[in-house]
């Protein structure tokens, strides 16, 4: 029987949104709390093992793992040659060319070769310099690469930002943007020939999942009088589910499937169109 492993991030700020897309498309982990390497899922056929979000590129690239989710950033910096399926809509960021504010590089333009770039991404930032025909020293640090202009060891940096407190906080400013980034669903090529309907059904589920983040489920009561002026106000997308309620005035149970983003307004309307016991349910998943 076919069995299919996705590498997830064990530790880091990407970790538990990875571990909670799974648990709603159905996949809740069943050893995720002792530490062990791979754990079981609800689907005997997918079993997930827990890597470094910066090794989960070369894993899936490898096929040590079939599917992964990691960033974006990762993935280039380690030129993995895996498929895309997926854009999880979670840790964006964006990797920049930083300076010092108190410093004379405030351009592209400023740089000069014989200034130093701080790293954590050295294979990004060599093609994002060698695109602009610079060809500066690259220091490569494993981790907090804001300090490394103050300390002396480089006059530029690249690194990740997303709220831009961090380079603020160490008085950078951003010269430039080389990457943004997202985390994404990936999968080995081979895998995707050979394991295609596990992998399928997994990025479905995850998709469904992403889908119905952005959905709500509403459901009222109406009697039979008031129906035209709801159905008037209710959004047209996918169509009302009318069923009829055993009562004594003639009602209906209306319920469909709307966009979070039109709930508030739309519950209003639908109070004076005459609609009672509004219920805004969350979806889980929308296969
Ligand atoms: N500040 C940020 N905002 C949003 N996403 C980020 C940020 N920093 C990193 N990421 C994304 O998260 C991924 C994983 O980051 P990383 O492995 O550094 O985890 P971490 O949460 O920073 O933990 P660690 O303490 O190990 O660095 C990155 O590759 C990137 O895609
Ligand atoms: O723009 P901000 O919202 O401030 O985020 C940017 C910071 O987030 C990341 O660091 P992280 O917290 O992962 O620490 P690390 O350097 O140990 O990876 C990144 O390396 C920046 O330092
Ligand atoms: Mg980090």
């Known amino acids: 029987?076919?069995?299919?492993?996705?590498?997830?991030?064990?530790?880091?700020?990407?970790?538990?949104?990875?571990?909670?897309?799974?648990?709603?498309?159905?996949?809740?982990?069943?050893?995720?709390?002792?530490?062990?390497?791979?754990?079981?899922?609800?689907?005997?056929?997918?079993?997930?093992m827990f890597a470094r979000a910066s090794d989960i590129p070369e894993f899936v690239n490898d096929g040590v793992a079939d599917m992964g989710i990691t960033g974006v950033d990762l993935i280039n910096e380690n030129?993995?040659?895996?498929?895309?399926?997926?854009?999880?809509?979670?840790?964006?960021?964006?990797?920049?060319?930083?300076?010092?504010?108190?410093?004379?590089?405030?351009?592209?333009?400023?740089?000069?070769e014989e200034m130093k770039v701080a790293t954590e991404f050295p294979v990004l930032t060599k093609k994002y310099l060698d695109k602009k025909g610079l060809s500066l020293k690259i220091v490569k640090l494993s981790g907090s690469t804001e300090a490394a202009p103050f300390i002396g060891i480089a006059d530029l940096i690249t690194d990740l930002t997303s709220t831009g407190t961090t380079l603020k906080m160490n008085h950078l400013q951003i010269i430039d943007n080389i990457l943004d980034s997202t985390i994404k669903l990936i999968g080995n090529k081979y895998s995707l020939k050979n394991k295609k309907e596990l992998i399928e059904a997994v990025s479905t589920s995850i998709k469904g999942v992403l889908d119905a983040e952005r959905k709500k489920l509403i459901m009222m009561n109406v009697k039979n009088d008031d129906l035209d002026k709801v159905k008037e106000v209710m959004p047209s997308m996918g169509g009302l589910t009318i069923s009829e309620v055993l009562s004594n005035e003639k009602t209906v149970a209306v319920q469909a499937v709307i966009d979070e983003k039109e709930v508030f307004e739309l519950v209003n309307c639908l109070r004076n169109a005459g609609a009672k016991d509004i219920l805004v349910v969350p979806i889980e998943r929308i296969i």
Do not use: C, H, W, Y
């Open 79 to 112: 030129e993995a040659d895996v498929i895309e399926l997926l854009d999880l809509r979670f840790g964006q960021t964006k990797l920049v060319l930083a300076a010092p504010e108190e410093s004379n590089i405030n351009s592209v333009d400023d740089i000069t």
């Open 1 to 48: 029987m076919m069995k299919i492993k996705i590498a997830i991030p064990s530790k880091g700020r990407i970790s538990e949104p990875s571990i909670n897309i799974l648990e709603k498309a159905g996949l809740g982990l069943i050893d995720k709390n002792n530490r062990k390497l791979i754990s079981k899922t609800f689907n005997e056929d997918i079993e997930v």
